[in-house]
């Protein structure tokens, strides 16, 4: 049995990879417990895949080696198909901000599913060969490339170009891509306004983000952690910063002012569960403010918080975590 691709759903930090059964055929779902190196089989895959990736709300699809892309069930590994008719067998797959999974496959071609509409485009021939294993997205929406002999190439899909950037000196075939993200990845925006007031659970809620600063780009995720263990809580926004000490009887402060907007849609009020987090992916054309919702603009700067419920000596009550700001580009 060998293992040929991992991916974390973004919305609780499982990791999940793909097992060969044999080399000839069958995939089985993997669970992959980081803290003690525990592997748990989820089930058999409903098709022979060697590559998966998740969205940031944590769907989770594979390319079968047949061309069919399948959005697979994490806990049970059963799936259904969403697309037909792609060309060839996955060497890498990544999910674009866009709503689409990009595609390469064995063939050096580049192709887009699109999960929503169940359709597959073949963008172009890398002129690579049958070799591109590894595809990836950053945040800012530029494309790379791993191939086998270990050359790592830039890919411009709307000059249907590649460029080689390196070659890796590598002992073995290079087979996937990943940027690095979580500790150690740079954060986006600035912090202020922080610390902020402590909660029942000694220390201060904090709040981050991560993904471009290019509003085009649209790929922002707003984390807010340290929060009491099964507090509901929601992410706010304004143009505006402030220092609202005490809001509606809060014991913290809130570090935005003008116009705020909640995001208070479906999904969005949120259970930091027993973690003490929360994430929210936005929609940057979606931006809540009190008259409606504004999409955001290059050269905006938009400031944004969290607050949460709190219980502090039996009294009910709710706090705040610190603000980043984010200027738009």
Do not use: H, K
């Amino acid at each position: 049995m060998g293992l040929s691709d991992i991916a974390v759903d973004p919305t609780d930090g499982a990791m999940y990879g793909i097992a060969w059964i044999s080399s000839a055929s069958g995939r089985e779902l993997l669970e992959i417990d980081l803290t003690n190196g525990a592997v748990a089989v989820v089930g058999t895959l409903p098709d022979t895949a060697n590559n998966l990736d998740f969205t940031p709300d944590g769907r989770l699809f594979i390319r079968g080696i047949t061309g069919r892309t399948w959005e697979i069930d994490a806990t049970t590994a059963s799936g259904v198909i969403v697309a037909q008719g792609g060309s060839r067998p996955a060497g890498d797959l990544a999910w674009e901000a866009e709503g689409t999974l990009l595609v390469s496959t064995a063939a050096g071609d580049i192709e887009r599913t699109d999960p929503s509409a169940g359709t597959n485009t073949v963008l172009f021939d890398t002129g690579l060969g049958s070799s591109v294993y590894g595809l990836e997205i950053d945040v800012d929406g530029m494309v790379y490339l791993g191939v086998a002999n270990g050359g790592i190439y830039r890919a411009d899909l709307n000059a249907t170009t590649v460029s080689l950037l390196g070659n890796l000196s590598l002992s073995s075939d290079l087979f996937g891509l990943a940027f690095a993200r979580g500790p150690g990845a740079a954060p986006l925006g600035l912090a202020y306004c922080g610390p902020a007031v402590s909660n029942s659970t000694g220390s201060p809620g904090a709040i981050s983000a991560e993904g471009s600063s290019s509003a085009a780009v649209d790929r922002v995720e707003l984390t807010s952690s340290s929060l009491p263990v099964n507090a509901s809580a929601f992410f706010l926004t304004s143009r505006m910063q402030g220092t609202v000490v005490n809001p509606g009887g809060s014991t913290g402060v809130l570090c935005l002012g003008g116009a705020i907007g909640r995001y208070v849609g479906s999904g969005q009020v949120q259970n930091a569960g027993s973690s003490g987090v929360i994430r929210l992916t936005l929609e940057l054309s979606m931006t809540p403010t009190p008259t409606g919702f504004v999409s955001i603009q290059p050269g905006e700067t938009w400031n944004f918080t969290a607050w949460y419920r709190d219980n502090l000596g039996g009294q009910a009550t709710s706090n705040f975590t610190d603000a980043v700001a984010i200027a738009f580009l």
